[in-house]
């Protein structure tokens, strides 16, 4: 496709259950990354992958936080546990260069809200 | 249908100069617009944003920008750039409460000592 998209658009999950996001990146990126944005506090970065590594590296230290990226075009964030303290919108982006890499250009998906009651 | 444009991938500016990183956007209904600023391996930052109250935003870091409805503009300026400032900044639209978010592919600014 000509960007990054990410399913479901709208997530409503029950406190507790297990989720997963979807995120298609755009084909020959090297660099895939899970934000978890609010509207007043601006976004923190949840986890990423480079090259074909299938699990990804999570910042949270709960853990109930990771990504498999079973394609390298594909990546799915899956939250454990969900918390209502969850809710949020989940932005998928993804860069042809390694992290952190000078001029790393990212792609953004346009996010999926997730509201957990 | 909402998108973003930002005119000029890369832009240098001389310390102490002014910075301006342009955005456009295009939205059917009013929009709330933001700017951002990312730092190599860390996450996004909120700078500023608008969300239909003063036209003229203040944010931190001395950058402030200016919503333009007739010239569907929010550009960034900052009057004096410092070298901490290089980085990569991105323009975002979202058209109410911010749950989906349309974001430009960024602008990445080097500040020449």
């Known amino acids: 496709g000509a960007g990054v998209s990410q399913s479901p658009r709208y997530k409503v999950a029950k406190r507790g259950r297990d989720v997963a996001l979807r995120c298609d990146s755009i084909s020959g990126h090297v660099t895939l990354y899970w934000y978890r944005q609010t509207l007043g506090q601006g976004s923190e970065v949840l986890t990423y992958?480079?090259?074909?590594?299938?699990?990804?590296k999570s910042g949270r230290p709960s853990g109930r936080f990771s990504a498999e990226r079973p394609e390298r075009s594909v990546s799915t964030l899956k939250i454990q546990r969900t918390e209502q303290g969850d809710s949020a919108v989940y932005l998928c982006a993804s860069s042809y260069s390694n992290r952190g890499q000078l001029n790393e250009k990212l792609f953004f998906g346009s996010g999926t809200q997730l509201s957990v009651l | 249908a909402q998108s973003v444009t930002q005119l000029g991938s890369h832009v240098s500016v001389s310390e102490g100069a002014l910075v301006l990183l342009r955005c456009n956007y295009s939205s059917s209904v009013p929009p709330y617009l933001f700017w951002y600023v990312q730092y190599p391996n860390q996450g996004l930052q909120l700078l500023l944003k608008?969300?239909?109250?003063?036209?003229l935003v203040k944010g931190i870091n001395g950058f402030e920008a200016e919503f333009k409805k007739s010239e569907t503009s929010f550009h960034l300026t900052k009057p004096s750039a410092h070298m901490s400032d290089a980085a990569e900044y991105f323009c975002?639209?979202?058209?109410?409460?911010?749950?989906?978010?349309?974001f430009g592919t960024g602008t990445s600014l080097t500040v020449i000592p």
């Open positions: 608008y969300t239909s109250a003063a036209t």
């Open positions: 975002a639209v979202s058209e109410n409460t911010g749950n989906q978010f349309y």
């Open positions: 992958s480079q090259s074909d590594a299938q699990r990804d």
